[in-house]
């Protein structure tokens, strides 16, 4: 079994906090992880858990193992119930932890019965830094999931388009994105479409025949079911005209690639939009691993209208880094000092320049690697 950095991460929050919650898409492997760490595990979507749970709580609160809640989301009815027993006992600490998968239910939940009483930490699909080098293009083509892409077994992209399909018919509906399943899908190749570009949410209203204000509420559920990113403008105080609407990003790239009609690694890279791709790709697998450490502070992107742009910009422990990313095993010069520029601009402590080439090279602040290297200088 691989052994996810979240693991670790929910191990360590358990020791300074009551509760911890895991959060992130379905079938990320949230459930497995949760059962490896919990004495007791209740699915609570389904009826008969949540009874077994209400007739054996009195026990478990007297028994104080570890008690793993999958899918809180689906029974809010249990929140009141985990406060009044973190506080008849706050400094008993590691008896909780919870998974959800849509954000605004759940942190709804959690900012009314649980402020300060429980930890958050984020889980991705599978990140590089927990495969062997080796699968890199597996995981970029097929995504990280671990049941459909890297590590499925020749099932991509049918399981990428059996889960969007069954997603988009039972679970959207229920987590407020009340539209057919054809619509949903629609949507969301609209989105991989997109895959990069400025957000305009009116543009895509008109190619589908709905409102822009239809389209950032269904847009808003995909980014609280961790499906979307909306990565945001940085803009720091220049005298410059900026770019202030966010892009676009499907978080997983096997999403896109099978919304897209992308079967294999040789089709993949003779598609126009492979740059755009690669840049998701990299820039996913940096935000997962800083916050599977808990050091992403925030993130975005810069652009202003004369052509100066970088496609990320990182604070993390007090340092900006400035992140460009490059689909090619040579780095032409004049990239490097088109990032310096920007790097001035942004008020960047570093910069990365992400290549294909696995050769690093550091001068100072100024680091020219591949992504593995990219994450070691960013993540330590």
């Not at 984020?122 to 890297?150: K, Q, S």
């Not at 004369?306 to 004049?334: F, I, Y």
């Amino acid at each position: 079994m691989l052994h996810r950095h979240a693991t670790s991460h929910v191990q360590t929050l358990l020791q300074t906090n009551p509760a911890v919650a895991v959060l992130g898409p379905r079938q990320v492997g949230k459930t497995t992880l949760v059962k490896t760490l919990a004495s007791h595990y209740f699915d609570l979507e389904l009826p008969s858990e949540r009874l077994r749970l209400d007739l054996q709580w009195p026990q478990l609160i007297a028994e104080g193992a570890l008690v793993a809640l999958d899918e809180a989301q689906a029974w809010p009815e249990v929140f009141p119930r985990l406060r009044s027993a973190i506080d008849t006992d706050r400094r008993r600490m590691g008896r909780f932890v919870l998974t959800g998968s849509v954000s605004p239910a759940l942190m709804q939940d959690i900012s009314e019965s649980l402020a300060g009483r429980l930890a958050l930490c984020p889980m991705t699909p599978l990140l590089a830094t927990e495969l062997p080098a080796t699968a890199l293009d597996d995981l970029w083509l097929t995504g990280g999931f671990p049941d459909g892409g890297v590590l499925g077994g020749g099932r991509f992209p049918k399981w990428q388009r059996d889960y969007l399909n069954l997603l988009c018919a039972r679970d959207l509906p229920d987590w407020g994105l009340p539209a057919k399943p054809s619509e949903s899908l629609r949507l969301l190749r609209m989105l991989a479409a997109l895959h990069g570009q400025a957000w305009n949410a009116s543009e895509v209203g008109k190619s589908l025949g709905l409102s822009y204000h239809t389209v950032n509420r269904w847009t808003d559920v995909l980014v609280g079911a961790f499906l979307v990113r909306m990565l945001p403008p940085m803009l720091p105080n220049l005298g410059k005209r900026l770019t202030r609407t966010p892009k676009v990003w499907l978080r997983d790239s096997g999403l896109v690639h099978a919304l897209l009609g992308v079967h294999t690694f040789d089709d993949l890279l003779a598609q126009p939009w492979v740059g755009a791709s690669y840049e998701g790709f990299v820039i996913e697998q940096i935000l997962g691993s800083l916050q599977g450490v808990d050091r992403l502070d925030d993130a975005g992107y810069f652009r202003t209208s004369d052509g100066h742009e970088c496609d990320l910009v990182v604070h993390t422990r007090g340092q900006v880094w400035a992140v460009e990313v490059k689909l090619s095993t040579s780095v032409n010069p004049h990239d490097l000092r088109r990032l310096r520029k920007v790097g001035q601009m942004v008020g960047a402590t570093g910069l990365i320049l992400v290549s294909r080439d696995p050769q690093k090279v550091r001068v100072g602040q100024e680091v020219v690697t591949d992504l593995a290297g990219a994450i070691e200088v960013l993540v330590g």
